[in-house]
């Protein structure tokens, strides 16, 4: 049963809808013209091979353009001059706008935003916004990816849940799997990015770039304080802060030594106190 604070008072929810009778079928006619060009746009496509979860529930723009044996989810808005090529999953509520080119065989799951973008053959995208860039092939980015305009993914990289590219170019089979931050830098191929790197491209009043050469790995935990460089096969062990170049092939490591300091815990009575807490 309802809750009273939902009632109005304790009076009905909801009622008539009250306003000049021309107004109203002045409303209704015009959304019953948007919903019947909707559907005639979508009709054209299905006759060319498109697929519909319901041709009532898509918006697709007459400028666009798309493959047959696309498949196009309900709620999803392709505006633009957008292009899809054939054999594509578009998922449910998934926006693409602009002028977009998505290649053949790509999953652009639900929920994504793809605004001006050039997305090669075999990309998968999960959740996630991309804006003014490109991906290349058999990449897959997601879920819940950032990559904003300027940047430039290379073919099979993984650019992975939350995790950010911005004016950056990252070359082929780069893998940046988790949590991670990636602006104005320029990375090779075959480079591995741990999770929780920062590229630190910003000073307060400029923003600098950095360059990572091929086949570098990348701890996690790692500040790269631009502008650096780091060469080809290099290694960044975790929890570093780079500031000066790394050459190619060197290990970089910044960090204090460990020690273990024994019954320190029983001296403090740290457990104690919390077990005792806890029971009491």
């Not at 053959?121 to 990449?139: F, I, N, P, Q």
């Not at 960090?255 to 320190?264: A, K, L, P």
């Amino acid at each position: 049963m309802l809750n009273d604070d939902f009632k109005g008072g304790g009076g009905e929810i909801g009622g008539d809808i009250e306003g000049d009778s021309g107004d109203i079928e002045g409303i209704e006619r015009a959304y019953a013209e948007k919903a019947s060009g909707r559907r005639r746009v979508n009709l054209s496509f299905a006759l060319r091979g498109v697929e519909f979860f319901d041709l009532e529930q898509a918006s697709i723009e007459e400028g666009a353009r798309i493959g047959a044996g696309t498949y196009i989810g309900p709620g999803a808005i392709i505006a633009g001059a957008a292009s899809i090529g054939a054999g594509c999953t578009i998922g449910q509520g998934t926006i693409i706008a602009g002028a977009t080119s998505i290649g053949a065989g790509c999953a652009i799951g639900q929920g994504c935003r793809i605004e001006g973008c050039e997305i090669a053959d075999g990309v998968t995208v999960e959740h996630s916004v991309l804006t003014d860039s490109s991906v290349g092939a058999d990449t897959h980015v997601g879920p819940f990816a950032y990559v904003r305009p300027g940047s430039r993914i290379g073919c099979r990289c993984k650019i992975g849940d939350f995790v950010e590219v911005k004016n950056s170019v990252l070359g082929d089979d780069v893998k940046v799997s988790h949590l991670t931050y990636i602006g104005d830098s320029d990375l090779g191929s075959g480079i591995n990015v741990g999770c929780g790197v920062v590229f630190v491209n910003y000073d307060g009043r400029d923003k600098h770039r950095s360059t990572v050469g091929d086949g570098a790995f990348i701890g996690c935990n790692v500040n790269i304080v631009s502008p650096v460089r780091i060469g080809p096969g290099a290694y960044i062990a975790a929890g570093g802060t780079v500031v000066r170049d790394v050459p190619a092939g060197a290990l970089f490591v910044a960090r204090d030594r460990g020690r273990s300091i024994e019954g320190w815990v029983e001296r403090r009575g740290l457990l104690k106190s919390r077990l005792k807490k806890k029971g009491g």
